[in-house]
């Protein structure tokens, strides 16, 4: 099993939609999660740290569950400018908890 | 800009040459992490620096990579010998000296393109 797996997309929607990403890991040692999002041919930035009790902000809203090992990021009324590669990342946890593991991630396009 | 600067953007060799990649963290980091992008891959995790110190390379290829981070001046990724599955994107990441490295965001720089003809 591989330690992040994601959607594979790609994902179409068009503009106002509201869409969903799952991610699962495999280390139940890992203690913190990141959604980040890579635009074609650029570095990953951050979007969002994920937290236990969930979290939002703005359009966007991540939610952790660590007895499946599941994470979540939910977009709502999607824009143009959405469209982009969306990482689901978690550390190693333990003593290399520095140490990030990225999904493939999951391609969105907004259509207008 | 304080972000995490990387140099060059893009970076060309011949199989046998030698690349060397550059980064330099954000103002006030001192945690310094190498990533590898392959086509069509998600990053993954290489070494994890501190000034004058490697902490964990368990990520690095055994021979031809190296990787420091001196007391002054840029984090240098060495690739010795490229060859053509060398060919990738190369992230560097920083994050802040306090607090356990673990539960700090890592913040990316734009990457170097090595490409091996």
């Known amino acids: 099993r591989k330690e992040v797996e994601q959607d594979p997309g790609p994902f179409n929607v068009p503009e106002g939609a509201t869409v969903a990403f799952n991610c699962t890991y495999s280390?139940?040692?890992?203690?913190?999660f990141f959604w980040y999002r890579q635009d074609c041919r650029k570095e990953p930035k951050l979007l969002m740290s994920?937290?236990?009790s969930g979290n939002e902000d703005g359009r966007f809203t991540a939610q952790l569950n660590r007895a499946s090992q599941y994470i979540s990021l939910l977009i709502r009324d999607s824009k143009l400018s959405d469209s982009a590669t969306y990482l689901c990342v978690v550390n190693r946890g333990g003593g290399s908890n520095y140490k990030l593991t990225f999904g493939k991630g999951t391609l969105l396009t907004v259509n207008p | 800009n304080a972000g995490v600067m990387q140099n060059p953007r893009h970076l060309v060799r011949r199989r046998g040459q030698e690349a060397r990649l550059r980064c330099s963290p954000m103002?006030?980091?001192?945690?310094v992490y190498w990533y590898r992008q392959l086509p069509e891959e998600g990053l993954k995790f290489m070494v994890y620096?501190?000034?004058?110190?490697?902490?964990?390379e368990s990520g690095m290829p055994k021979e031809r990579f190296s990787a420091e981070f001196p007391k002054e001046g840029p984090s240098i990724l060495r690739i010795q010998q490229v060859v053509r599955g060398d060919s990738a994107a190369y992230f560097c990441a920083s994050s802040p000296g306090v607090g356990q490295a673990g539960n700090q965001p890592q913040h990316f720089g734009d990457g170097t393109r090595l490409s091996i003809l």
């Open positions: 280390n139940s040692a890992s203690q913190s």
């Open positions: 103002k006030g980091h001192s945690h």
């Open positions: 994920v937290y236990s």
């Open positions: 620096l501190q000034k004058e110190n490697i902490i964990d």
